[in-house]
């Protein structure tokens, strides 16, 4: 199983909202990412997990909010967003311990705040 | 730090024309390379990757050479199709325990009947 598999795949929410993004694996992977990306460009680093603790926040405002409840799962939980959080949030995974391996992707969330 | 550099797109071509995308890299050590590639409304698709200086990465009729003295890994097909126009990405995972990944800005191809 080379699966990275995101759940919803569309979500659409009002300001006043509060929503999960769930992310989940079975490669054994201790590394796990949430990435925000919007339309042409690159994904943007938001979080970093590794062996279930959070190693790397890139200055996210607190209205995401990560966890990681064990080392198959990823949640993204969402309170307050703007407008311009509206993006495809993209879930990855990765070994830590082996080198000239990749990030697996998921297929993303593509979230829409109105 | 580390960072990668791709040509600015759209790269438009006409189906069967030859395509070469240009990734250029910095980094300390020695990085694996790769490329993914993202079709409309889908997440990242690892497409081919090179792990040392050398290797040749291919796939679906693409190619990549890890060219250390040049610090490259440009992105080569000899007969691209309709359903090759993607955004492509070059990215590498550095050396010596660090385990983030670092991307390219993209490279949108579109390809013409």
């Known amino acids: 199983d080379t699966e990275v598999t995101q759940t919803p795949k569309h979500l659409v929410m009002g300001m006043t909202n509060k929503k999960s993004l769930k992310c989940e694996q079975h490669m054994g992977h201790r590394a796990m990412y949430w990435y925000k990306q919007k339309a042409k460009k690159p994904p943007e680093l938001m979080f970093v997990?590794?062996?279930?603790?959070?190693?790397i926040n890139e200055s996210v405002p607190s209205r995401f909010s990560p966890e990681c409840p064990n080392s198959s799962l990823l949640n993204l939980h969402l309170h307050a967003l703007q407008p311009e959080d509206s993006a495809l949030y993209l879930c990855?995974?990765?070994?830590?311990?082996?080198?000239?391996?990749?990030?697996?992707f998921g297929q993303g969330t593509r979230l829409t705040v109105v | 730090g580390n960072s990668v550099t791709q040509m600015e797109g759209p790269v438009t071509l006409s189906e069967e024309a030859f395509l070469t995308i240009n990734c250029t890299y910095t980094a300390t050590g020695y990085p694996s390379l790769f490329w993914y590639v993202q079709y409309p409304g889908e997440g990242l698709q690892l497409l081919l990757k090179?792990?040392?200086?050398?290797d040749k990465g291919s796939n679906k009729g693409f190619e990549a050479t890890y060219r250390k003295e040049t610090t490259s890994f440009h992105l080569e097909k000899g007969s691209v199709q309709v359903s090759d126009s993607a955004v492509y990405f070059c990215?590498?995972?550095?050396?010596?325990?660090?385990?983030?990944?670092?991307f390219g800005r993209g490279t949108s191809l579109i390809v013409h009947p």
């Open positions: 997990y590794s062996y279930e603790k959070l190693s």
């Open positions: 990855a995974s990765s070994p830590i311990d082996r080198s000239g391996t990749e990030a697996f």
């Open positions: 090179a792990t040392k200086a050398d």
């Open positions: 990215a590498l995972f550095p050396s010596g325990g660090s385990y983030i990944p670092t």
